[in-house]
């Protein structure tokens, strides 16, 4: 981290008044873009950053007198021709303020680019805070910046408004989960945990903050085309399950969920402004304690809604009444159809009741999108062909394959660094407990940058096997009149016969360089059905 000093000692006289914020946004799909990361850069979707909305929402909450919008603006790089345009805007915005603060979430896939861009700033009055997933969980990173916020952030971001310069800063950080260096002083605050998404004022999100942005900017998943205009909402922090490859618990710690009556004020603005349709990205919708009341409300705003959920308590008789509330997708995290993997990624479910949770959906007209995870440290090639099998055997609406990844300080994580080999590689920070991405040495499969923690399948061998998976589902007719089903208008059209154009070709230009003959034997057989 960058030494405080300099921008601490000029704030002693500062008016706590003369301050302004960039709350910045990266695009994961230009990360992918310029990693040359095709499926991710061209389908995947992109939506504001919910966390610094709600930091905004915060703030408009603690600073009563004063309009948000005369010190608080949200950048996304999307609305931007380039990253350079979006230094340029930020800057001016920045510059007629004493204290001028740049605030970034921060994400292990994407830590690399924020990193540079944060490099952009170094040296000069400008405060570089960055926040987030990645830095609550690994705090120790050698990153270019002046403070790291560790939790959820609204304590830390009152204090540097409030205390920066004044001789208590440094007590009060230490207890809102700063870490930051000031001349020879270390502070390494603890994760702070609030009850922000319980208490913020309707609406949660600072949404009013995009009006600045294009209409364009945002996008949904070619798998949730449920309307023109989505729109994503939180209403429940961290996730009661302890699934090995996940660390959301460990960032927002116990579980909390926003009061229903905040949530129908909440949703009917977003109806109001003009969204068509809601995307919750909570981790488990149904975790909310008081779920039936919100399925009542859900079915007053009307609004067609998709949400993740957990299939150990979706059954038939949920499924029915979100139906009729209006759901019309579920990202199903089932990952795996074997007991065995099921049980080694703590999934706290069995084979039998992902069959029931798929058919339950399915019955109610609700599409489910499957998550499906391969790259376990026992998977063999038999193994993984034969989850296909049993996911081609799920009436589902859409699969997401990913390559398994251990996120730092996960289980999974844990696991592969007592294992050793190729993952110590990529180990960093100052303990040595951070995935840094290194494309040179790992190239762009699954996991980019990164190498896998399988013991008997290699990287290349994986990203086949994903390919394969992708183009066997998709390709089959049913599935592909479905996709089109979905769309809603030309544009959305184009970009599912794209993804469908690109597993075609994908799994064709991945051929000629496979060496599993099982993988080859099963390319060839679903080419020749083509």
């Keep these: 981290m960058w030494d405080l000093t300099p921008i601490h000692a000029a704030g002693a006289d500062r008016d706590t008044r003369d301050v302004r914020i960039a709350f910045v946004h990266l695009s994961f799909r230009k990360v992918a873009r ?78 690399d680019h924020v990193s540079d861009y944060c490099r952009r700033f170094a040296g000069d009055n400008i405060l570089v805070v960055l926040g987030g997933a990645h830095v609550t969980v690994v705090p120790d990173d050698d990153l270019p910046c002046h403070i790291i916020v560790r939790g959820e952030g609204r304590d830390a971001l009152v204090t540097i408004i409030e205390r920066l310069g004044a001789p208590d800063f440094l007590a009060h950080a230490r207890l809102a989960g700063i870490c930051c260096q000031l001349g020879d002083t270390r502070v390494d605050g603890r994760a702070a945990t609030d009850n922000s998404i319980e208490t913020t004022s309707v609406p949660c999100f600072a949404y009013d903050l995009l009006s600045d942005l294009d209409t364009g900017v945002y996008a949904t998943s070619y798998t949730r085309l449920l309307g023109v205009n989505p729109q994503i909402y939180v209403c429940t922090q961290s996730c009661r399950a302890r699934c090995s490859f996940c660390s959301t618990y460990l960032i927002h710690r116990r579980m909390q969920a926003r009061p229903v009556e905040r949530i129908r004020q909440d949703l009917t603005q977003l109806r109001d402004r003009g969204y068509d349709s809601i995307e ?29 959920a957990r ?64 790259g376990l440290p026992h998977h063999t090639v038999p193994d993984v062909l034969a989850e296909l099998d049993a996911f081609l055997a799920l009436p589902l609406f859409a699969i997401s394959c990913n390559v398994l990844t251990p996120d730092p300080r996960t289980r999974e994580f844990m696991r592969a660094r007592r294992r050793g080999g190729d993952l110590q590689l990529s180990l960093g920070g100052e303990t040595g407990l951070t995935v840094i991405p290194d494309i040179q040495r790992w190239g762009l499969d699954q996991p980019v ?64 360089g496979v060496t599993h003959d099982l993988v080859r034997t099963r390319i060839t057989g679903l080419m020749a059905h083509q």
């Design 34 to 111: 310029s990693r040359a990361v095709r499926s991710k850069a061209l389908f995947s979707a992109h939506f504001p950053a919910l966390g610094l909305l709600n930091l905004a929402q915060q703030l408009r909450d603690h600073f009563v007198d004063r309009d948000l919008h005369d010190w608080v603006r949200y950048f996304d790089e999307e609305a931007f021709e380039d990253r350079d345009a979006m230094e340029a805007a930020i800057r001016a915005w920045l510059r007629p303020a004493a204290l001028g603060i740049i605030g970034m979430s921060t994400y292990t896939s994407s830590i």
């Design 280 to 308: 919750f990205h909570d981790d488990d919708l149904l975790q909310h304690p008081e779920f039936d009341a919100l399925i009542d409300i859900l079915r007053e705003i009307r609004l067609p809604w998709f949400c993740y």
């Design 311 to 374: 299939s150990e308590i979706l059954d038939d008789q949920v499924a029915e009444r979100m139906a009729e509330a209006g759901c019309q997708r579920v990202f199903l995290g089932l990952e795996a159809m074997t007991q065995r993997s099921l049980d080694y990624l703590n999934k706290a479910t069995t084979v039998a009741q992902n069959h029931t949770v798929a058919t339950a959906l399915d019955r109610h007209g609700i599409g489910a999108v499957s998550g499906l995870i391969v």
């Design 449 to 512: 940058g990164l190498p896998s923690v399988c013991e008997s399948i290699d990287k290349g061998t994986l990203n086949d096997l994903v390919a394969v998976i992708e183009y066997a589902f998709y390709t089959r007719p049913h599935i592909t009149d479905a996709l089109y089903s979905s769309a809603h208008t030309p544009e959305q059209r184009e970009v599912i016969t794209a993804y469908l154009d690109f597993v075609r070709a994908r799994i064709t230009e991945r051929a000629p």
